[in-house]
């Protein structure tokens, strides 16, 4: 079974700064995806951006831009010029790459953007 | 363009009382998802389904049910409510084979008193 840890509970940031958010993973598969979403207090969940393990490339989003480390099954969230609107739990998931698989996900960091 | 809607936003039951949570998608997605969110852990997920006519557990499916009643809908049951499942319950689609980026309903806080 694949599992997705997320070691910083809380993190807070000053306005305009940059932070970066951790989560690794663990699993056995070689093809798979993974996902950060956003939850702001209305507690919509948002997609903010996914990776494809195949690509090496790190995927970037505007100021959002992933560290994926596939050796080190590390996946972290790097938001830059950090805004009051970033202000949210953040959920690192995982799936396999077989269609019609289901995500796992952390246990969410929450991002606090101090004005 | 609505996405995934559910109904309802909240519900406080009783013990034991039954209910029905319901989850409509307009993205013409195969796949769709039941999860819950408690404090600390995060979203788990409660059962799934691959397409129109299967379903299937997921990590936590004990004292749940759940029909695809058409490609669009996907519903959930309690059948007897318990203080345990007092939960944030989301359900999500997303389409297949790619599989990927699930789209999220706005959720609904579910209390069992």
């Known amino acids: 079974a694949q599992t997705v840890t997320q070691s910083q509970p809380e993190m807070s940031v000053q306005e305009a700064e940059t932070v970066t958010l951790s989560c690794t993973y663990d699993?056995?598969?070689?093809?798979?995806?993974l996902f950060w979403y956003k939850q702001p207090p209305s507690r919509q969940m948002i997609l903010v951006i996914r990776?494809?393990?195949?690509?090496?490339q790190n995927a970037t989003e505007n100021r959002f831009s992933v560290n994926f480390q596939k050796a080190a099954k590390s996946f972290s969230l790097k938001i830059s010029d950090s805004q009051l609107g970033d202000t949210a739990m953040y959920f690192c998931?995982?799936?396999?790459?077989?269609?019609?698989?289901?995500?796992?996900f952390g246990t969410g960091t929450r991002l606090t953007i101090i004005p | 363009n609505a996405g995934v809607t559910q109904t309802p936003k909240f519900q406080v039951l009783k013990t034991g009382q039954s209910m029905t949570l319901q989850c409509a998608q307009d993205?013409?997605?195969?796949?769709m998802y039941w999860y819950r969110q408690d404090p600390g852990m995060g979203l788990r997920l409660i059962y799934y389904?691959?397409?129109?006519?299967?379903?299937d557990k997921g990590e936590v499916p004990n004292g749940y049910n759940v029909s695809r009643l058409n490609k669009r809908e996907f519903s959930l049951r309690l059948e007897s409510a318990a203080p345990s499942q007092t939960s944030v319950y989301f359900c999500?689609?997303?389409?297949?084979?790619?599989?990927?980026?699930?789209?999220f309903g706005p959720g609904t806080r579910l209390t069992v008193t």
């Open positions: 999500a689609s997303s389409e297949a084979p790619d599989g990927t980026s699930a789209y």
């Open positions: 699993t056995s598969e070689n093809n798979y995806y």
């Open positions: 990776q494809e393990a195949y690509k090496q």
């Open positions: 998931a995982f799936m396999r790459d077989f269609g019609n698989e289901k995500l796992t």
């Open positions: 993205m013409n997605h195969n796949s």
């Open positions: 389904s691959a397409s129109e006519g299967t379903t």
